[in-house]
């Protein structure tokens, strides 16, 4: 079955951290490369960091040197790491390929933050 199971997200106060996972099936994960994604309310999904199937990154410029993608190809795993969170990134979180496919969507993993 090829799916996508994000989890992870939280309520975290500004300037804390988080740690995202997406755990995918084979099919999907092994030789993509692998994107995380947000939409936050009245927007429109964005890319906010991609990693080839080698581990090169590339990153939004809102996020970049807070948030950090990594993937572990053992666990078919996907990663993104964030810090110094702003209220800013509020939104839900996805993975997907990158170009995401639309018969990938998963269900997200909320993060907010608030103080």
């Known amino acids: 079955q090829v799916q996508l199971v994000e989890s992870g997200g939280g309520l975290v106060q500004p300037g804390g951290s988080l740690r995202l996972s997406c755990a995918a099936s084979?099919?999907?994960?092994?030789?993509?490369?692998m994107g995380w994604y947000r939409q936050a309310p009245g927007k429109q999904r964005e890319l906010v960091a991609h990693?080839?199937?080698?581990?090169?990154?590339n990153y939004a410029d809102s996020v970049k040197g807070r948030f950090t993608i990594s993937r572990d190809n053992a666990k078919n795993t996907v990663y993104l790491q964030m810090n110094s969170l702003k209220p800013e990134d509020t939104a839900v979180y996805y993975c997907?390929?990158?170009?995401?496919?639309?018969?990938?969507w998963g269900q997200g993993t909320q993060v907010t933050v608030s103080s």
């Open positions: 990693v080839t199937s080698r581990g090169g990154t």
């Open positions: 997907n390929r990158n170009p995401a496919r639309s018969n990938y």
């Open positions: 084979g099919s999907i994960f092994n030789g993509y490369a």
